[in-house]
C-alpha cells in the first residue's frame, strides 16, 4: 500500500512533519476510542493501526 496513502505528507517531509501527521492518524483507531464499536469496526481499527504503524516505520527509515 502507499505509504504516503497511509499517512497523509507530501515527499521529503521531515521527521517532525512524519510524527506529527502520524500522531493525528494513529489516535482515529486508537483501542479506547473504537472500544464501544461494533466487533466489525473495532477490526477496521486494528487493521488501520498495523498499517499506520507499518507506514510510519517505513516513513522514519526512508527520511532518516
Same mark, same amino acid.
Do not use: C, W
Given at each position: 500500500? +502507499?505509504?504516503?496513502? @497511509?499517512?497523509?505528507?507530501?515527499?521529503?517531509?521531515? =521527521?517532525?512533519?512524519? !510524527?506529527?501527521?502520524?500522531?493525528?492518524?494513529?489516535?482515529?483507531?486508537? +483501542?479506547?476510542?473504537? @472500544?464501544?464499536?461494533?466487533?466489525?469496526?473495532?477490526? =477496521?481499527?486494528?487493521? !488501520?493501526?498495523?498499517?499506520?504503524?507499518?507506514?510510519?516505520?517505513?516513513?522514519?527509515?526512508?527520511? @532518516?
Amino acid at each position: 500500500f +502507499p505509504l504516503h496513502a @497511509a499517512i497523509p505528507i507530501s515527499a521529503g517531509s521531515s =521527521l517532525e512533519t512524519i !510524527k506529527k501527521a502520524y500522531r493525528e492518524k494513529i489516535v482515529q483507531y486508537h +483501542p479506547d476510542k473504537v @472500544a464501544m464499536m461494533a466487533p466489525e469496526f473495532r477490526e =477496521l481499527a486494528e487493521r !488501520k493501526s498495523k498499517e499506520l504503524n507499518l507506514a510510519y516505520e517505513k516513513l522514519l527509515d526512508l527520511a @532518516a
